[in-house]
């Protein structure tokens, strides 16, 4: 695929995903024919492509309604019995008070429930401290349940580490917990299903490359990625993303679980480039 | 009448598919599509399975014009090098080196 049919192709994928309503979408797509321009090989730049119709930017308005959305999917028969919910962020005991999405997130949840009939009979708290999930302040009753709430979760390695210290301080067992997010990635919503939790998310996310293709074409694909990722000073620690998570996707920032290329700034010859998701603060021209 | 700018990009699709020609035109991306839009509404270009290609039209319109993307002269296509440009020497002056900065 040559630049010219990529960033035709690009357009065509922007209009379908309506990206251009979005904030900046013009910076986006400049970035994104930049970047096919500055590719060699016309698989790179059909890889690229194929990538990007697979990927989700959820836009800061768009939270409300991923929220929403993902506490509507909650099984009716569960809500029934319930009295209480306890709303607590995904975030590492060490971050605690830290500005975080987790949070941020539970802030607006009250004004939520008028959208949400069937929660109407339940009272939500929200709780944002550790110290108060202890046993010498909560005793979590049968109709009483702790939706943990994160807006992205990806290796679940902060997911597990929550649970884990909740676990120590108090007697939760998996089944008191619920799982709540606007986008997850398919392999921990799988793994933490299997250990008995429920877990529900507006937006499942396959592995980008190794769940879409399959052999001979994934190891060519995966090739590919390998090269387009040398262009990353310090790719390395982020390829294919964090804990190789093979994520599309941008929330309020680009997590770095995503394929590095769309959110870290990268190199052609002397000159530097930002990256279509760009993490940097500062904007560096070509 | 074609503009210059159509021309241009029907040469690019024919030839080599690289946008850089036209983003020194002073066109955005953005531009870019549009333009690429608008011929294939004029059934200049023809976009199938992802792909740009010229039409009987878009060829003939090209064959036709393609002298409005030629450079017409030397002074068009070759800039003037002005950083190694030194003041014209009278053929009265006599050089004399500082014997300082000769170095044999």
Known sequence: ?286 | MASKKTILLLHIIKHHRNVDQLKREGLSYREITILVSESVDSDFLKYEHDELELTELGEKLYQENKGLIKKQSKKEWIQKDERSKIPKISKDFIFLPNQNELNF
């Open chain 1, 1 to 286: 695929m040559e630049a010219i049919d990529a960033i035709m192709k690009l357009n065509k994928i922007f209009k379908s995903k309506n990206w251009v309503e979005k904030d900046h979408d013009e910076f986006v797509f400049d970035q994104f024919c930049t970047l096919f321009n500055n590719l060699e090989k016309d698989e790179e730049r059909k890889l690229i492509v194929e990538l990007t119709e697979k990927y989700s930017w959820i836009s800061f308005t768009e939270y409300q309604g991923s929220i929403l959305n993902a506490l509507k999917l909650v099984e009716e028969i569960k809500l029934q019995n319930l009295k209480k919910i306890y709303f607590f962020p995904i975030i590492k005991p060490e971050d605690e008070g830290k500005i975080k999405s987790g949070p941020y997130l539970l802030y607006p949840l009250k004004s939520y429930k008028k959208f949400l009939p069937m929660y109407a009979h339940i009272k939500f708290e929200i709780i944002t401290s550790f110290d108060f999930m202890s046993k010498d302040n909560l005793t979590l009753n049968e109709n009483e349940k702790i939706f943990l709430m994160d807006d992205y979760i990806g290796s679940g390695e902060t997911l597990k580490f929550c649970i884990d210290h909740l676990k120590t301080i108090n007697d939760f067992r998996n089944q008191d917990f619920s799982i709540i997010s606007i986008a997850t990635q398919k392999e921990i919503y799988d793994s933490m299903k299997q250990m008995g939790i429920s877990y529900y998310s507006d937006t499942i996310q396959n592995k980008g490359i190794s769940d879409n293709y399959s052999e001979p074409e994934l190891s060519g694909k995966i090739s590919v990625m390998k090269e387009i990722e040398r262009m990353i000073p310090g790719g390395n620690h982020f390829s294919f993303g964090y804990g190789d998570s093979e994520a599309l996707i941008t929330l309020i920032r680009t997590p770095d679980n995503t394929f590095p290329i769309f959110w870290k700034d990268y190199r052609k010859g002397r000159n530097k480039f930002n990256a279509p998701f760009s993490r940097d603060e500062s904007v560096t021209n070509g």
